[in-house]
């Protein structure tokens, strides 16, 4: 991927509706599980263009990895933190580094989920946490998926099998994006349905910003209707399907 399709996704994570509210929703979230922490070293995995960067530097140092070398070459030009290129099946750090290791949206791209999540856990204090969004329910699988490079979608049953596996407990769970739930639900199986009866696809997959465009009237209606998940989450709901979903796991104290 060339800068150019970087400049744009850049602008796509500052306006897009999905980007900006579920942002909110981490930054809350932190605040809420971690009792507001102050001066704690977090880890962000998948940075991408550093919007989750630069909103966790909030709490205190910041440390960055992105996987896609001409991405990081990209963000390290204006991020204010550090970012390095790197895997998350291979983190370039010591054990026990950080009190939160973050990867917003990123096992999904990864073939090895479990070392992924194994690797989060070595980096991470004893008595620190992993914070984890992934999309939801393999029946959402879409186009978005495949043009995103996804290997797969999660359950709370799913994903909580991988952690039940370290050492630690799982502190807060909840699907989100859940007013969205049942239209996006209709939409990605009456376009896979279509598909089927029309067959295999000549042109490339469009991504559901590209369908719904960044911008906009549409883009101002999502970003409303995604925007009171956030606050019934602030609220204490957790919600039992959405079309992603949220896990805070904490490591044992040694």
């Given amino acids: 991927m060339d800068q150019h399709y970087f400049k744009e996704y850049y602008h796509l994570e500052r306006v897009n509706w999905w980007f900006t509210v579920r942002r ?17 070293q977090s880890l962000n995995i998948g940075a991408a263009t550093g919007t989750t960067s ?10 960055s990895v992105e ?6 070459a990209f963000t390290q030009t204006f991020l204010s933190t550090p970012i390095i290129q790197g895997s998350i099946t291979e983190l370039p750090f010591k054990n026990d580094q950080y009190d939160l290791v973050c990867a917003f949206d990123v096992i999904e791209h990864v073939e090895d989920d479990a070392k992924a999540i194994a690797e989060m856990m070595r980096v991470c204090k004893p ?7 992934v999309p939801a329910y393999a029946f959402l699988w879409g186009e978005h998926d495949v043009i995103n490079q996804h290997h797969r979608r999660y359950t709370k049953t799913i994903l909580g099998q991988l952690l039940k596996a370290q050492k630690g407990k799982i502190v807060y769970h909840t699907y989100f994006n859940s ?3 049942l239209p996006i ?5 009456m376009a896979n349905l279509i598909q089927a009866i029309k067959g295999p696809k000549q042109s490339a997959p469009s991504s559901d910003h590209a ?18 998940d956030y606050y019934l989450l602030k ?4 919600f039992p399907a959405g079309v992603s979903y949220m896990v805070f796991f904490k490591k044992d104290a040694a």
């Fill in 185 to 189: 639900a209709a939409f990605r199986l």
């Fill in 67 to 72: 996987y896609d070398q001409t991405c990081c």
């Fill in 235 to 238: 609220w204490g709901v957790r």
């Fill in 24 to 40: 909110k929703i981490l930054r809350d979230r932190i605040h809420h599980i971690l009792q507001a922490p102050k001066g704690i």
């Fill in 127 to 133: 008595g620190g946490y992993l914070a984890i969004t």
């Fill in 211 to 228: 369908i719904f465009g960044t911008e906009g009237f549409f883009n101002n209606l999502l970003a409303g209707i995604f925007s009171i």
């Fill in 179 to 181: 007013l969205l739930f």
């Fill in 54 to 63: 630069d909103m966790l530097t909030e709490f205190g140092e910041v440390m």
